[in-house]
């Protein structure tokens, strides 16, 4: 049983910083690409960073400098840093899973396996 389970997120002040985590458990070997992605209301969701199984990281424009990506393969576990936050920043953030090769790392149709997401809010 394939399961993805986030946690980390609350409310900061802009300026702030939250580390968001992603326990991934069911997944058949260890060569998973993982990503992060957010949706604030009445917007699309949109890819946030992602990190392929050589421990590469891509990162929207927005986040780039502020965020980091990264992952514990021995605890099956994906990361997000988030430093200097902003109300922009404010959405539910997701992690998604993919065991095939993916082109597009920000792209959500790329990715079968959700979270239910965990909500960031930035004041």
């Known amino acids: 049983h394939v399961q993805l389970v986030e946690s980390g997120g609350g409310s900061v002040q802009a300026g702030g910083s939250l580390r968001l985590s992603c326990v991934a458990s069911?997944?058949?070997?260890?060569?998973?690409?993982m990503a992060w992605f957010r949706q604030a209301p009445g917007k699309e969701r949109e890819g946030v960073a992602a990190?392929?199984?050589?421990?590469?990281?891509t990162y929207t424009y927005a986040v780039q400098g502020r965020f980091t990506i990264s992952k514990d393969s021995a605890k099956n576990t994906l990361y997000l840093q988030m430093n200097d936050l902003n109300p922009e920043d404010t959405a539910t953030y997701y992690c998604?899973?993919?065991?095939?090769?993916?082109?597009?790392?920000?792209?959500?149709?790329?990715?079968?396996?959700w979270g239910k997401g965990t909500q960031v809010t930035v004041s």
């Open positions: 998604a899973a993919e065991p095939s090769p993916v082109l597009k790392p920000l792209e959500a149709y790329e990715y079968r396996f």
């Open positions: 069911g997944f058949a070997g260890s060569n998973l690409y």
């Open positions: 990190i392929d199984n050589a421990g590469s990281a």
